[in-house]
């Protein structure tokens, strides 16, 4: 019998404040090195080099005795995964990396009204319904920052539709994850569907699209292909995954949008990027929508406490 998870402790709050620290500066490295190696380049190097990781664990700890009767949920969860990254690398071309972190942490909402659509077990409360309807009010009006006609951006304002995209091909993995047999696959497995099918796809766009010749190896491309490949997406995904085994994931799930704060911050103070009022306000009904609706018992826990 597994042991019972636990409500996070010190240790776990520290660990998660790194995670969540390294997610969140993800976006502004790729648009950082993006003069010197494509975003979709990059995406897909950090993905292939994660997912030889993550082979030759699952070689060694063993866990591919599933592959048999997991494989076509995998490819799509891994298609859906890199189509999310594809959104990403296309939106940075477009978007600042303030917005794109704040856009992609919009997923959550699409898995959650995913998974009331497929499994009886996971129908929408009414409070995170009421969260719904902020995180999508928190959108638009974050999209109206752009949208008068004097200073209308529509470069800026479909890169920011590409953002929700990638939160959508996020929350959709997680949907074909949690209702296929996936769910009952070792994370090592699922992570590996995940990485593998998405450098092959992505690393096909960037042949077809002609960004791999355009590859200039400075110690910034370097470094950020390394740190996103080594440090993301091996490192912190298995890390997430080792806390969600000891610790209850709605506790958890709440200190994780701290995520796109720090991304905001780094497209801030390393990029420059400027953030209009209604952005900000935008953000935040986001953020507070998508908690509502990934962490509703902890929540509305929250709640009575300042009720009653």
């Not at 590409?162 to 992570?191: C, I, K, M, N, Y």
Request: some cysteine; hydrophobic content about 60%.
């Amino acid at each position: 019998m597994s042991a019972a998870r636990k409500h996070p402790d010190a240790f776990a709050l520290q660990v998660m404040l790194g995670l969540c620290l390294i997610w969140g500066c993800q976006q502004v490295l790729i648009k950082w090195a993006a003069a010197d190696i494509a975003p979709v380049m990059q995406a897909a190097l950090r993905s292939g080099i994660a997912a030889a990781l993550v082979g030759l664990m699952i070689c060694w700890r063993g866990g591919w005795g599933q592959v048999g009767s997991t494989w076509r949920a995998g490819l799509l969860a891994g298609g859906l995964f890199g189509l999310e990254f594809l959104f990403i690398a296309e939106g940075l071309k477009l978007t600042s990396a303030a917005h794109m972190s704040v856009f992609l942490y919009t997923a959550p909402v699409f898995t959650a009204l995913g998974l009331h659509l497929l499994l009886p077990s996971e129908r929408l409360r009414p409070l995170q319904w009421l969260g719904i309807l902020l995180a999508f009010a928190g959108i638009a009006t974050a999209f109206a920052g752009g949208m008068s006609f004097e200073t209308l951006d529509a470069s800026m304002l479909w890169g920011d539709a590409l953002g929700v995209l990638a939160g959508l091909a996020w929350g959709a993995t997680t949907v074909v994850v949690r209702a296929s047999r996936l769910s009952e696959a070792p994370a090592t497995l699922t992570l590996f569907y995940q990485l593998a099918v998405g450098f092959a796809g992505l690393l096909l766009m960037a042949l077809l699209s002609g960004q791999i010749g355009a590859v200039v190896l400075t110690p910034l491309a370097i470094g950020s292909v390394l740190f996103q490949g080594l440090v993301v997406s091996f490192f912190s995904y298995l890390t997430w995954f080792w806390l969600l085994r000891k610790y209850l994931a709605s506790n958890l799930a709440v200190f994780s949008f701290i995520t796109p704060l720090f991304g905001v911050t780094f497209g801030v103070l390393l990029l420059g990027e400027p953030l209009s009022l209604n952005f900000v306000l935008g953000a935040l009904m986001v953020l507070l929508g998508v908690v509502m609706v990934s962490a509703e018992p902890w929540v509305r826990r929250q709640l009575r406490r300042v009720i009653g």
